[in-house]
C-alpha cells in the first residue's frame, strides 16, 4: 500500500505499515497462538547473514596487515571482551557470555538497519509479487525491522532473563539461590522474607521488561517518523503546490536516517551492556 493511491487516508497508509504479515488473524491484544511470520523471517535471515560474514572474516583472517572488514572484527571484540572482562568476573562464564554478548550486537545492530530501507520498498515488492500469484495486494502485509516488534525485543530479553537465572543457580547453587530469594535486599528476618521475595521478582520482571521494551521502543518511533516523511513526500507529488513538502521531505528523511544511525548503534550497545550486567549480577552474592 503507498501513500500515492488516493483510496485510503495516511492513518490507513500507516496502520497496514504496521500490520505484520501473520499466521491467522489475532484474537486480541496479546495472542500467544499467532506467530508474526515477517519478523521470525528477516530476523533468522539477517542472523544467518551476520554469522556467515563474520566467519568469512575469521577465515580470511591474516596475521600481517589486515583488512578493514577483519581490523573493524577485532575491535568489535576486543572491545567487547574488555567490558565483559570487567563486568562478569568468571572466566569460565564468560567463554559464553562474551560471544553472545557479541553477536547480539551485531545481530541487533543490523536488525535495526532494516529501518533505513525505504518504507514502501520491500512491501511494495511483497504486494507486487502476492497480486501476480492471484493475492489480494490491499491485505498483503509485511513490515521489515524485527527489533520494531514487541515479541522479538522481549523474546530477546527473556532469553536473558532465563541465562541469567541459570548462572544465578549454578554459580550459587539452588539452595543458595533460594536463600538469596528471600533474604535479600532488606535480611535473613522470616517477616522480612516476604517483602525480599516481592522485591526480587519485581526485579526481574523490571530488568526484563525495560531490557526488551527500551529497544522496541526506540525503533518502533524511528519507524513511525519514517513513515509520516514519507507521507510528507506523497503529499507534495500529490500536488502541483506542495513542491515545499517534497523538498522537507528530502531534508527531514537525510536529517533523520543520520540521526537514526546513531540510534540504531546505540540500541545495539545499551541491549549488549545490560546483557552483560544482568549476567554479571547473576554471579554476585548478596
Keep these: 500500500m503507498s501513500a500515492e493511491q488516493h483510496t485510503i487516508t495516511a492513518g490507513e497508509y500507516i496502520v ?21 511470520i515477517d519478523s521470525i523471517f528477516f530476523s ?30 577485532e575491535f568489535l571484540v576486543e572491545f567487547v571482551d574488555e567490558q565483559a572482562r570487567g563486568i562478569v568476573r568468571n572466566a569460565k562464564s564468560r567463554e559464553f557470555v562474551a560471544p553472545l554478548a557479541f553477536i547480539s550486537f551485531v545481530w541487533i545492530v543490523m536488525m535495526n538497519l532494516m529501518d533505513l530501507l525505504p518504507v514502501d520498498l520491500l512491501p511494495r515488492i511483497w504486494q507486487t509479487a502476492g497480486a501476480a500469484a492471484g493475492h489480494d495486494p490491499e491485505h498483503m502485509y509485511m513490515r521489515v525491522v524485527p527489533t520494531a516488534d514487541l515479541s522479538i525485543a522481549l523474546g530477546m530479553s527473556i532469553t536473558i532473563l532465563l541465562l541469567s537465572l541459570y548462572y544465578g543457580i549454578k554459580i550459587k547453587g539452588i539452595g543458595g539461590w533460594v536463600h538469596e530469594l528471600f533474604t535479600a535486599p532488606f535480611g535473613n528476618h522470616f517477616l522480612l522474607w516476604p517483602l525480599n521475595f516481592a522485591m526480587q521478582i519485581l526485579e526481574y520482571l523490571a530488568k526484563t521488561l525495560s ?6 521502543g526506540n525503533l518502533y518511533a524511528e519507524e513511525i517518523l519514517f513513515m509520516i516523511i514519507a507521507l510528507m513526500g506523497a503529499a507534495g507529488l500529490s500536488s502541483l503546490t506542495g513542491w515545499a513538502l517534497f523538498v522537507g521531505n528530502i531534508a527531514a528523511g537525510l536529517a533523520w536516517s543520520i540521526f537514526s544511525l546513531l540510534v540504531i548503534v546505540l540500541q545495539g550497545f545499551i541491549f549488549m551492556m545490560l546483557t552483560l550486567v544482568y549476567i554479571g549480577q547473576a554471579h554476585d552474592h548478596h
Design 16 to 36: 497496514h505499515h504496521l500490520t505484520h504479515w501473520t499466521s491467522g488473524p489475532r484474537t486480541g491484544v496479546v495472542d500467544f497462538g499467532i506467530i508474526d
Design 44 to 73: 533468522v535471515l539477517l542472523g544467518v547473514i551476520a554469522c556467515y560474514v563474520l566467519w568469512r572474516v575469521a577465515k580470511n583472517m591474516t596475521s600481517g596487515k589486515p583488512g578493514r572488514m577483519q581490523a573493524a572484527v
Design 211 to 216: 531490557h526488551g521494551m527500551r529497544l522496541f
